[in-house]
């Protein structure tokens, strides 16, 4: 009896040890912002500031015209983190010639040959995918999702159409009155919680690569949506194609 219960003991906290080791986390060069990623069927990550959930249940993904990256029940070879701390000289002064670029960042590493890469700064974060394939590859579509912890105002351009001139007057949404029949918004959008933090939401180092539209979702977030890419162009008037 005595040994079953000591083999069963094993087998819990073993089992106990491998889903710890599938959470990882990161935060900023301060402290007070966190980023927690847990891996299980997708990889999914929350966001804290003082101990403050900000985002929830993030979810990030990308389909290519052979496979899917970030989905599945994605594998997780080994981890690698580091520190950056440097001054960038601006192209074009602004308020400031020098910029201070400091954060944390760390990579998860996944069969078959690609990672995500975390950059966690003082104010904010980024992600992206990287492939150790050398040619191109074709992107057919991306996740983008964020959750929302409690009911937040959004201050976005809103569009019908993924043809848009990028003028239209910003308005504030209730986010979780915004729903996935609503008009889509364009980036960047801010978001404004109840508890004071303002979030926004953007993209960058955009290389031959359609934009990101938003729309919302049944369970106040937002996920990403994109414009397929054209096969062939035609005019359409005097002043643009389609």
């Known amino acids: 009896m005595n040994k079953i219960f000591i083999w069963a003991l094993f087998f819990v906290l ?4 491998r889903v710890q080791a599938r959470n990882v986390e990161i935060s900023s060069p301060d ?6 990623i847990c891996l299980n069927k997708s990889i999914v990550y929350n966001v804290l500031s003082d101990k403050n959930i900000v985002l ?8 290519l015209a052979d496979r899917t990256l970030g989905e ?7 981890t690698s983190r580091g520190v950056v701390n440097e001054s960038i000289r601006r192209e074009i002064p602004l308020n400031n010639a020098i910029i201070k670029n400091s954060y944390n960042w760390l990579y998860l590493n996944f069969a078959g040959d690609y990672a995500v890469e975390f950059r966690v700064y003082d104010n904010g974060i980024a992600y992206r995918f ?5 040619d191109s590859v074709s992107v057919m579509d991306e996740k983008f999702y964020i959750g929302l912890p409690s009911d937040c105002q959004m201050i976005s351009a809103q569009t019908n159409s993924f043809k848009t001139s ?4 910003y308005v504030h949404i209730n986010t979780a009155n915004y729903k996935p029949s609503d008009a889509m918004c364009y980036l960047p959008v801010l978001l404004e919680t109840d508890k004071g933090y303002k ?3 953007s993209e960058t180092d955009l290389h031959d690569y359609p934009c990101m539209f938003l729309r919302g979702t049944d369970s106040n977030g937002l996920q990403s949506i994109f414009p397929k890419c054209p096969i062939v162009f035609g005019y359409d008037g005097d002043r643009s194609v389609k």
């Open 14 to 17: 073993c089992l106990f040890c």
């Open 31 to 36: 402290g007070r912002l966190k980023v927690r």
């Open 166 to 169: 990028y003028e239209n007057p």
């Open 199 to 201: 979030i926004l939401v």
């Open 72 to 78: 599945n029940n994605p594998k997780l070879k080994h």
């Open 130 to 134: 990287l492939l150790s394939k050398k």
């Open 56 to 63: 929830r249940d993030c979810l990030l993904g990308m389909t």
